[in-house]
């Protein structure tokens, strides 16, 4: 069970990245292209960018927390199976949530939409350490906060492409590096919290990531909307 359950877990996480892809392609598109300078400094010339990649680092914590917090808590209950079973829910909220975001026409501006998106990132990771033992419940709130990471990191996407029109090969390459380092960082936290203070406790990590980037997100909005 283990085994079939990793591979779906797998699975899964290709086919977020195959529909991300397909749906940022869909939503760039519809998104007006907002000249930038990128003098000699490259990208990092552009304020709006490091907002970005400060608000991709901490998504990214949040993400890499949640990774190891859910298999963490499925051994610490003497069921290391249901590991891959929650890292599955977590990625199937993905897919979802990667789906009924590009199908929908927005109104709201892509840097409104990621300050809502983060609130609601934010209020699926909150009860995570406080079920404990509820391995079911975990599950079901795993699927729901992968249902609001997807989009998030597809709209983050899109502001790097609004941004930086004229050196997006750069920006995209820059944003991937700050969700990996957001990642790595937060994987880490995770396993140091969970050693000390009980494997639940590894989502908060992932709490507090996710509140970071609502917190900047909020506090750059305008600036990102220009």
Do not use: K
Request: glycine share 12%.
């Amino acid at each position: 069970m283990a085994v079939a359950s990793g591979a779906l877990a797998l699975s899964v996480i290709g086919a977020i990245a195959a529909g991300g892809t397909l749906v940022l392609a869909r939503l760039v598109r519809r998104t007006p292209v907002v000249q930038a300078r990128t003098a000699r400094g490259g990208v990092w010339h552009v304020p709006a960018l490091r907002v970005l990649l400060a608000i991709a680092g901490a998504v990214g914590a949040a993400f890499g927390a949640l990774e190891v917090a859910a298999p963490a808590v499925a051994v610490a209950q003497g069921v290391p199976a249901l590991g891959g079973v929650l890292v599955a829910a977590f990625s199937l909220g993905g897919v979802l949530g990667v789906l009924l975001y590009g199908a929908r026409r927005w109104t709201a501006s892509p840097a409104r939409r990621l300050v809502v998106l983060l609130l609601l990132l934010s209020i699926a990771v909150a009860p995570l350490a406080a079920l404990r033992d509820a391995v079911p419940l975990s599950g079901a709130v795993l699927f729901l906060t992968g249902l609001a990471l997807s989009p998030v990191l597809t709209t983050l996407s899109v502001l790097v492409a609004e941004h930086v029109p004229t050196a997006s090969a750069e920006a995209f390459g820059w944003l991937s590096t700050w969700i990996s380092l957001g990642e790595a960082g937060g994987s880490a936290a995770a396993g140091l919290v969970a050693q000390s203070a009980g494997p639940s406790s590894g989502f908060v990590v992932a709490a507090l990531g996710a509140s970071a980037a609502l917190v900047v997100s909020a506090w750059a909005r305008r600036g990102l909307a220009r």
